[in-house]
């Protein structure tokens, strides 16, 4: 991990402490980038962000592998843990990603990006003092509030720190906090559980967020602030309807959106219940899970991801199209390859099936933020990345766990009784209160249940696939040049 983690910040501060762009002429370590901060500054602010991401995904993918205990004490469904992983976060996380982003395009990022980790850090927090559902959605509704002005911001920054061409390899190095973050959400979380508590878990998790955003307020620089780059541009501020129309006006746009909003969809919905298919099925606890699954996919992703960034600028560069063929054909094998590691009868098998599709399933995010950023001016650089996650995140975080959930408790109650419609029988004969001769008829059903609404979701990846390879089709059509 450390090594794929160096070699990717060497590649991309390398090139980018150039003069220009487009020279060919080497830089040391302290060299000037074009926008006036030496290579090393830049390689300080591109960690500080990834840890900052980091902390973003570690606070919001832990609630999965606490999920099944807090589905114990709190007495919920699989909805409900669909609702409280997925679309509670991702509805005010969208929604509000729009307007910070407007301000992201004309303000300080810096400043954005330091508030909204204090607030979703607090957040995090005060989920581990939760005590019914409603008092967990609320929670979690805050921790969606504060990481809408986080992403958007952090685009924009670094597409100003770093030149084009290797704007996709920072982009994917910024994005290794999507796996990093996830395997230390799980492994933290699922110890702690194990050992305190789901609810001390939130605490641990939440309370350094705090600290690190007035490390981040106080060191990071804005170009805006510190290096004279103009506050306004020439032409005014683009309104989110006038950047609307400058992305629906590109086709590769519109592809490579459907086709990561169809890749959330399936990685979120099988992330919020994968842990819990390890643990209804083969029996583990959270602590095991959250070392096992969390160390495997974390480093499965945090390859797939570096690949794809890395492949799609050295493809790319000869075959514009290649910048989404790679993502494409990553998914297309993956979609079709995880089935045997849900069908597995040992967890070590299954770890392993599942861990090999997980890599081809982490390809698109480089190539895919990156196209955003090339198809608009820079004044909407902002702007263009928070209307993609406001699709993408809708799509994917908002509606995949609960599809998940809610195709699972259909699948439950027809392997119980033979419908899908049993809910209230399942509930009486099943419930944490009910005594019933039945236990071991509700415990398969939840099993099977899960099983196979986690195979359903994984295939639903080839639209994602399809998207992408028309995406790259359309990427070789010329693309507004930016840099």
């Not at 606490?66 to 669909?82: F, P, S, V, Y």
């Not at 992703?301 to 000869?318: E, H, N, R, S």
């Not at 995880?338 to 995010?365: C, D, E, H, K, R």
Request: hydrophobic letters at 50%; glycine letters at 12%.
């Amino acid at each position: 991990m450390r090594k794929i983690l160096g070699e990717t910040m060497s590649d991309v501060i390398n090139s980018g402490a150039t003069p220009a762009p487009d020279s060919a002429n080497p830089a040391s370590s302290d060299t000037q980038t074009s926008h006036g901060l030496s290579s090393s500054y830049v390689r300080y602010a591109l960690w500080m962000l990834l840890i900052i991401y980091i902390l973003n995904f570690l606070d919001r993918s832990i609630v999965s592998i606490l999920a099944e205990e807090i589905r114990t004490e709190l007495m919920l469904d699989d909805w409900q843990i669909g609702i409280m992983t997925g679309l509670a976060f991702a509805l005010f996380y969208t929604i509000l990603g729009i307007p910070i982003a407007r301000l992201a395009d004309r303000g300080d990022r810096v400043k954005i990006i330091s508030i909204s980790l204090a607030v979703w850090s607090g957040f995090t927090a005060l989920c581990g003092l939760a005590t019914n559902f409603v008092q967990m959605l609320l929670g979690r509704i805050g921790v969606g509030v504060g990481e809408a002005g986080c992403t958007p911001a952090a685009h924009s920054l670094i597409s100003d720190y770093v030149p084009a061409d290797r704007r996709a390899r920072a982009i994917a190095f910024y994005g290794l906090g999507v796996p990093v973050g996830s395997l230390m959400g799980a492994v933290l979380g699922g110890v702690i559980a194990d050992i305190w508590g789901w609810r001390t878990a939130f605490l641990v998790a939440g309370l350094p967020g705090v600290g690190l955003a007035l490390i981040a307020w106080f060191t990071l620089k804005e170009p805006r602030r510190t290096l004279g780059f103009p506050v306004a541009p020439a032409g005014g501020h683009a309104s989110a309807w006038s950047t609307l129309k400058t992305l629906l006006g590109s086709p590769a746009y519109v592809f490579v959106t459907l086709g990561a909003a169809a890749a959330a969809f399936v990685s979120y919905g099988q992330g919020a219940f994968t842990p819990a298919f390890f643990q209804r099925l083969h029996g583990m606890s959270p602590g095991e899970v959250g070392v096992w699954l969390g160390i495997s996919s974390g480093v499965g992703g945090l390859i797939g991801t570096w690949l794809g960034g890395y492949f799609a600028d050295k493809f790319g560069a000869k075959d514009p199209g290649a910048f989404l063929f790679v993502p494409a054909i990553g998914m297309a094998i993956a979609s079709v390859s995880f089935t045997p590691g849900y069908l597995a009868s040992s967890w070590q098998a299954a770890l392993v099936l599942i861990w090999i599709p997980g890599v081809l399933n982490s390809l698109w995010y480089g190539p895919a933020f990156a196209t955003v950023q090339r198809v608009v001016p820079p004044s909407q650089r902002a702007m263009a990345a928070a209307i993609t996650l406001f699709v993408v995140n809708l799509v994917g975080l908002g509606l995949g766990p609960i599809f998940a959930g809610i195709l699972s408790d259909t699948l439950r109650n027809m392997m119980f009784d033979g419908s899908g419609l049993g809910i209230s029988q399942f509930a009486q004969a099943c419930g944490k209160a009910a005594a019933t001769t039945a236990d071991a008829a509700c415990v398969v059903a939840r099993q099977e249940g899960l099983r196979w609404s986690l195979i359903v979701a994984c295939h639903l990846g080839l639209i994602s696939a399809l998207m992408f390879w028309l995406g790259g089709r359309a990427l070789r059509k010329p693309l507004l040049s930016t840099t």
